[in-house]
């Protein structure tokens, strides 16, 4: 008997395996071992985080708080954050913003509050000052060992000792500060604590004042314009802005030296008048 032989084919299917490399943890905050290094490199040993650019973790979270700065063309500031034992979060940063060749120039300050998520991310709510209003945003940040990761901004580690200590905090100097170059002196007449400057300012551009003071003193400023478009910002001998786009300030002054008084405009140009008094 003959039988016919029918060719079977068999098709044999192979699972592509997708090899992954492991990849080293960057959250300066995680505890547990090391991980393994790259097969395409030799183990290396780490170096010790900057105190400053994390805090140390063993077994449960140490408390700390991390300081940094930003220093670009167009912008200049600096963050203080603190997180607790349960990684509750509280932190300001204060930076100016600048553009020169559109003639622009402001500062703005944010507060923050929230927790330090498992890999290393700050889940914030931010509130932001800037150009006489307030915004509210909820935010994700990323510490790293090198960096302080912001929506808009990347800042570098610093040290907290060597920052601009807040208004509420900063002690009183000794002696007065260098008086700052640029700005229009304002002097009060003999026996006068008080002053008064009229001025126009064009639109993008600002005017600049300087009020020397003690610490201790009170200073008293106000602003009116023409059309209400008229604000002003001061800044303390070192550098910090100790309030923003506002019209009407009462102020009790943190240090001796010079002040800066920064007059703009909220739309087009403005024509002001400026009372000072220091008490």
């Known amino acids: ?93 204060r930076a100016t913003i600048q553009n020169p060749e559109e003639g622009y120039y402001s500062s703005y300050t944010q507060e923050l509050s929230g927790k330090l998520g498992d890999n290393s991310d700050l889940i914030l709510d931010v509130t932001t000052r800037i150009e006489n209003d307030v915004q509210r945003t909820q935010e994700t940040w990323l510490l790293t060992g090198t960096v302080l990761q912001a929506e808009r901004v990347t800042y570098e580690p610093a040290d907290c000792d060597e920052l601009a200590e807040s208004p509420d905090d900063a002690p009183p100097s000794e002696a007065p500060a260098e008086p700052q170059a640029g700005g229009t002196r304002i002097e009060f007449a003999a026996g006068s604590t008080s002053s008064q400057v009229q001025n126009s300012v064009v639109r993008g551009t600002r005017d600049t004042y300087l009020l020397n003071a003690a610490a201790g003193q009170t200073m008293r400023l106000s602003i009116s314009s023409l059309e209400n478009n008229a604000v002003f910002e001061v800044i303390g001998p070192d550098g910090a802005a100790l309030a923003q786009e506002e019209e009407q300030l009462t102020l009790e002054l943190p240090a001796s030296g010079d002040y800066q008084v920064i007059v703009g405009g909220t739309r087009g140009n403005a024509t002001y008048t400026l009372d000072v008094a220091i008490e």
Do not use: K
């Open 1 to 93: 008997m003959t039988f016919s032989a029918r060719s079977l084919t068999r098709w044999v299917l192979l699972s592509g395996v997708l090899l992954l490399p492991a990849c080293q943890n960057p959250n300066p905050l995680a505890s547990g071992g090391s991980p393994s290094p790259s097969p395409s490199a030799p183990a290396i040993a780490s170096p010790s985080p900057s105190p400053t650019a994390s805090p140390s973790v063993s077994g449960e979270f140490v408390p700390q708080t991390l300081c940094y700065t930003v220093d670009t063309a167009n912008t200049s500031g600096q963050a203080r954050i603190s997180i607790d034992r349960d990684r509750t979060v509280t932190g300001e940063t």
